[in-house]
């Protein structure tokens, strides 16, 4: 339910696009460059609001719903996608968790310190052998003396090198009716056993980190269990990837937005021959395309958080928006560097971080081959229902 009003909305989206395009903008190379978000532009991003966006306001959170959190997701994917990386987890994969699924008391300890962003979560689901089929996961819990006891490996966990909390899921052992499910646990990362791998070493988003986790024989008390239930951890991976899916879509087109007006800048004054590449009209069908593209993604992203909202499709909605979204951005973001021509190829300019951040989009929560197995899948099913 929709809590913070529109006038209200209008005024966070307004501050956050000011925030974005004045202050983060203009020191994205500064980000490129140190591998890291400055330490002013997270602290002022935590003043905003911006790590408990997507939180309740009960907890702290700014209490925005996913049609808000579309609009947002617009300003937010017009800079470094690092920037909003840095939040992303605590409003979207690993907060949603709490928010869905854990007790009173779980949400009161670990939403407030997220929402203000003294805490940062992650979500530790993917494991070397399952990424796009988790049910193939080998991370165990197993109840021991009174404690769970967590073995196993997790990779490419976003903001794990940052994280306090690991919002972990591990197949549940120890009793017969208890083997093969999904649980998930709140787990600290100064926890005895948590070893947080290096940095890894990406193709883009630099000052985003991820990296692997090892749990080695892990012990948390039974209060770290979300939900006190052994068999919530699928369902929850697969409700809040879903959300997440919508949020990515949007993020896709905030990126696109730039693309585009990166590259009707760029080619209204880059001459060739004496006139503007941009008066071409071989440039102009590459802008036209941009442009079609960008408005069908942002309307796709819309109609999906809509139906999301009002609980009518939470899945075709959110795996065909992602598909279309990320898809249609790739391209978009190809296209920027053509109109740019060997200089989008630079390393200073803005299209050639595009181009590169935009990658992830299509791999990360489901790539783009499971969204079609979700979407043909759900189809089919509705028509034989
Ligand atoms: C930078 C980064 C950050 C990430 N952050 C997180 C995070 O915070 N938490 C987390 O848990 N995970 C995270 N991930 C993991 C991400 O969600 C997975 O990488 C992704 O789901 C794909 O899984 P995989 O890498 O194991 O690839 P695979 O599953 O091995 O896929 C390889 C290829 O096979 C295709 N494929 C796989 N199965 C099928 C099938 N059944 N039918 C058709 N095609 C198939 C895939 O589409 C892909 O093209 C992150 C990944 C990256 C790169």
């Known amino acids: 339910m929709q809590v913070v009003d529109d006038e209200d909305f209008a005024q966070i989206r307004a501050q956050v696009r000011e925030f974005v395009r004045e202050q983060v903008v203009p020191r994205e190379q500064e980000i490129a460059e140190s591998d890291a978000i400055p330490p002013d532009i997270r602290a002022r991003a935590a003043d905003m609001g911006l790590f408990g966006y997507a939180l309740p306001q009960a907890y702290g959170g700014l209490g925005l719903v996913i049609t808000q959190d579309v609009e947002l997701a617009f300003e937010l994917g017009y800079t470094a996608l690092s920037f909003r990386s840095l939040f992303g987890t605590n409003n979207g994969i690993a907060g949603q968790v709490l928010v869905g699924y854990g007790t009173d008391e779980q949400r009161k300890q670990w939403l407030e310190p997220m929402a203000e962003g003294r805490c940062i979560a992650s979500f530790a689901l993917t494991e070397p052998e399952a990424g796009s089929d988790p049910s193939g996961m080998r991370a165990t819990a197993t109840w021991t003396d009174g404690a769970w006891v967590i073995d196993g ?222 979407v043909g899948r759900e189809l089919i099913r509705q028509a034989q229902a």
Request: proline residues 3%; hydrophobic residues 40%.
């Open 153 to 374: 490996q997790k990779r490419y966990i976003t903001n794990a090198p940052l994280s306090d909390l690991l919002v972990t899921f591990a197949k549940v052992r120890g009793t017969a009716e208890s083997d093969g499910r999904i649980a998930v646990f709140l787990v600290p990362t100064t926890t005895a056993g948590v070893i947080v791998g290096p940095k890894d070493r990406k193709m883009g988003q630099e000052g985003a980190t991820s990296s692997e986790v090892t749990f080695d024989g892990v012990r948390v008390g039974p209060e770290a269990l979300i939900s006190g239930e052994i068999d919530t951890g699928f369902r929850a991976a697969m409700a809040v990837l879903a959300r997440g899916r919508v949020h990515i879509s949007a993020l896709a087109m905030g990126l696109s937005q730039r693309a585009l007006d990166e590259s009707v800048a760029y080619s209204a004054v880059n001459r060739q021959g004496g006139v503007p590449t941009g008066e071409r009209q071989l440039v102009q069908a590459m802008l036209a395309e941009q442009a079609s593209l960008v408005m069908a993604g942002k309307a796709t992203a819309r109609e999906a958080a809509a139906r999301y909202l009002d609980g009518t499709d939470r899945r075709i909605g959110p795996s065909a928006a992602k598909l279309f979204c990320t898809e249609a951005a790739g391209k978009v973001a190809d296209l920027a560097v053509q109109v740019h021509g060997g200089a989008g190829y630079m390393r200073e300019m803005p299209v050639e971080r595009l181009y590169r951040d935009v990658r992830l989009l299509r791999l990360y929560e489901g790539t783009s081959e499971i969204q079609k197995l979700i």
